[in-house]
């Protein structure tokens, strides 16, 4: 079964330094994570989004995997893995000049989770 990958601008901003050659793989990598592992999406505030993932050790060495490489691109983002009380979170944010690139990953991610 092929997944068609949808690149869409908004998602990867022109700040990004990703080659762009590797910029719909990433996208693919998200979209992965968000259909396998994302329980709830959650935005908490203009410039924040919460991810509840299932809670398992590969769900949460994937996320922080894939979190640390797409900071070393996009680095206004900033991310926040959490595992407690038998959850995992994923918190994602940007500045408030960002809050579009949020926008568009969080409907990825809610997207991808109803798919």
Not at 91 to 107: G, I, M, N, W
Request: net charge neutral; with cysteine; glycine share 4%.
């Amino acid at each position: 079964m092929t997944k068609d990958i949808t690149f869409d601008p908004v998602w990867v901003p022109s700040a990004c330094t990703l080659p762009t050659a590797e910029r719909p793989v990433r996208v693919a990598e998200f979209d992965t994570l968000f259909a396998e592992a994302v329980r709830a999406v959650r935005r908490v505030g203009r410039d924040r989004l919460r991810l509840e993932l299932l809670h398992s050790p590969e769900h949460a060495a994937r996320a922080a995997e894939l979190a640390a490489r797409e900071n070393g691109c996009c680095s206004f983002f900033t991310f926040v893995l959490t595992v407690a009380d038998g959850g995992l979170t994923l918190e994602v944010a940007v500045p408030p000049k960002r809050s579009e690139v949020l926008d568009a990953l969080q409907a990825r991610a809610e997207a991808a989770r109803a798919a």
